[in-house]
């Protein structure tokens, strides 16, 4: 088993910063690669990035690109997200999961590729 714990939410007036902190625990060799999925109020599950085992390779939805920086020190069994140029619409509660199974990158925006989910952490962002 793997536990995921989110942290470093909270709330942020537009055009600010935040990043994202997911915290692995327990049988994490077993674990490739991670990524980072949002879910607004009343929306479906969106989305956002990930990085593969090594760190070498990410995906970004198109939505995120050059705002969001995905990365991850395995050292630390740790993965962050950094945020910029945050919107309203950036509201979110922010999941990290993890998956016990290699992927292409160009599928990690399947939700379902997943084992692992992480509480989530919220982010607000006001105008």
């Known amino acids: 088993q793997v536990q995921l714990v989110e942290s470093g939410g909270g709330l942020v007036q537009a055009g600010g910063s935040l990043r994202l902190s997911c915290a692995a625990s327990g049988r994490t060799s077993s674990t490739y690669a991670m990524g980072w999925f949002r879910q607004a109020p009343g929306k479906e599950r969106e989305f956002v990035a990930a990085i593969s085992r090594s760190g070498i390779n990410t995906y970004y939805a198109d939505s995120m690109k050059g705002r969001f920086t995905i990365s991850r020190d395995n050292a630390k069994n740790t993965v962050y997200l950094q945020m910029n140029s945050l919107k309203p619409e950036d509201t979110a509660v922010y999941y990290c999961?993890?998956?016990?199974?290699?992927?292409?990158?160009?599928?990690?925006?399947?939700?379902?590729?997943?084992?692992?989910w992480g509480q989530g952490t919220q982010v607000t962002v006001s105008s």
């Open positions: 999961a993890t998956a016990k199974t290699p992927f292409l990158m160009t599928r990690a925006g399947t939700g379902g590729l997943y084992d692992y």
